[in-house]
């Protein structure tokens, strides 16, 4: 079975660019999340869906990211400006329903110049 | 809100030693609790998986357990191994409503 698939694995851009990332979830999976990771730190969340609602969005700087869950299956996340301080990396995981084991995907490390 | 800290930031143990990792946290009012491993430039990788109604939950070399009541859990590593050295994380599940992770204990086995 294959597991959560995000791309691109790495991006690097200025500041004040666009970008965004890709996340696939596993087949089946209804709960889909983005994390944010910085170095030496747990991830944190940022967004959780529940098949294409978005059930929890309250640590999202809707300023300048957004993010879509269209047919309830793949999800982007976008940056919008990007600033210095959004460097990171960004996790995506998914699992069955809202208390079941959460399964990630290896990430999209993010870097802005 | 709820805190989650582990306890110690970094561990390096000789091979064969069995060990155990701390979480702590604030609020007990949680679904469950995950301990996860991080490798180095990789993502996270679920280890085990504690119901809030459970005590304890056991796979291969690693046990953890879980008290809800004192607001901690223990991952318990026996006979350790080179291949055992990663970061360790455990995040919990609030009511649906949030996950929150501590920062993580990185282990070293040291051959």
Known sequence: EAGVVQSPRYKIIEKKQPVAFWCNPISGHNTLYWYLQNLGQGPELLIRYENEEAVDDSQLPKDRFSAERLKGVDSTLKIQPAELGDSAVYLCASSLGLIDEQFFGPGTRLTVL | ?111
């Open chain 2, 1 to 111: 809100k709820q805190e989650v800290t582990q306890i110690p930031a970094a561990l390096s143990v000789p091979e064969g030693e069995n060990l155990v990792l701390n979480c702590s946290f604030t609020d007990s009012a949680i679904y469950n609790l995950q301990w996860f491993r991080q490798d180095p430039g990789k993502g996270l990788t679920s280890l085990l998986l504690i119901q809030s109604s459970q005590r304890e939950q056991t796979s291969g070399r690693l046990n953890a357990s879980l008290d809800k009541s004192s607001g901690r859990s223990t991952l318990y590593i026996a006979a350790s191994q080179p291949g055992d050295s990663a970061t360790y994380l455990c995040a919990v599940d609030i009511y649906g409503q949030n996950f929150v992770f501590g920062p993580g204990t990185r282990l070293s086995v040291l051959p």
